[in-house]
């Protein structure tokens, strides 16, 4: 690997006397995508909580582009460039797709949020907004409000406000999770397609097992919070210990 764009190491984050990620030494490049799995409570989102900043590491580093970033605040690795798929919770429901879009936007390009105003002067950040949004198949409901959206569109929107972050690292969390067969491939393609255009490094909490297959090029196993396995998909898979203590039967048939 040249470079990684991230790194953890000996990432440890410990609640009273449990330790939920335990010592995680882990490099991501770019254009790579890594699946990250692991049974219930083997401490994925804890591990992307610590990447993000919204849990502070009990010990360990993590560094974005070979910054460390460890005490930095969420919104600050934002800014740096660390991506992670928006909550809803951090969206304003009351306005429009594409106003939420262009926030972000803005927020990136550093002018301010003082919405109404930027909006006419600045129109390449409406443009920003409208291609996020057509990358995600929402052009649309552009003009709808956020609280209107069905679940999967609400899901599709939070990868929008990512693309338009334009970040070096993407972090997504079952971001197909609640969608219909149909919307589910829209989203699918379009990671494939970021992974594809080589720039960034790309994390992905998934227990959908035929997502990782078509998407990754790396599975990282995590268990009891530690790095248990870490290797090409196949080999991982493959591996006794993954498939008995880890997965169980769900990978089976991989
Ligand atoms: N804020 C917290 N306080 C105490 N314990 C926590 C906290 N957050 C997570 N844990 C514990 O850390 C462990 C790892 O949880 P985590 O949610 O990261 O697992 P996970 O692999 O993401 O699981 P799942 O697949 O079910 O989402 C669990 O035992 C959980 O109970």
């Known amino acids: 690997m040249t470079d990684p764009v991230l790194e953890t190491k000996g990432l440890t984050i410990r609640f009273g006397g449990h330790v939920a990620v335990d010592h995680v030494s882990c490099a991501f490049g770019a254009g790579e995508l890594t699946a990250i799995v692991g049974p219930n409570g083997a401490g994925k989102t804890t591990y992307f909580n610590l990447i993000s900043g919204q849990l502070p590491a009990t010990e360990g580093q993590v560094l974005l582009e070979g910054r460390d970033v460890t005490r930095a605040s969420a919104s600050t690795r934002t ?26 936007a803005q927020s990136k390009a550093r002018k301010g949020f ?13 443009e920003a907004a409208d291609h996020a949004l ?111 203590a880890y997965l169980g039967k769900e990978i089976a048939d991989v």
């Open 79 to 104: 800014h740096l460039g660390l991506g992670r798929a928006f909550q809803l919770t951090n969206l304003f429901p009351s306005l429009t797709v594409r106003e939420n879009v262009r926030l972000v």
């Open 114 to 126: 003082d919405m109404f105003s930027m909006a006419s002067r600045h129109p390449e950040l409406i």
């Open 134 to 244: 057509e990358r995600v198949r929402l052009t649309r409901l552009a003009d709808q409000t956020v609280s209107a959206l069905s679940h999967g569109d609400q899901r599709k929107l939070e990868v929008a406000l990512l693309i338009a972050l334009q970040p070096r690292v993407y972090m997504f969390d079952e971001p197909t999770a609640g969608m219909s067969m149909d919307e589910a491939p829209v989203v699918l393609d379009l990671i494939a397609e970021l992974k594809a255009e080589g720039g960034h490094a790309i994390l992905l909490v998934e227990h959908k097992m035929d997502v990782i297959r078509t998407l990754a090029d790396r599975i990282i196993v995590l268990h009891n919070g530690a790095l248990a396995a870490d290797g090409e998909p196949a080999e991982v898979m493959a591996s006794a210990v993954v498939q008995e």
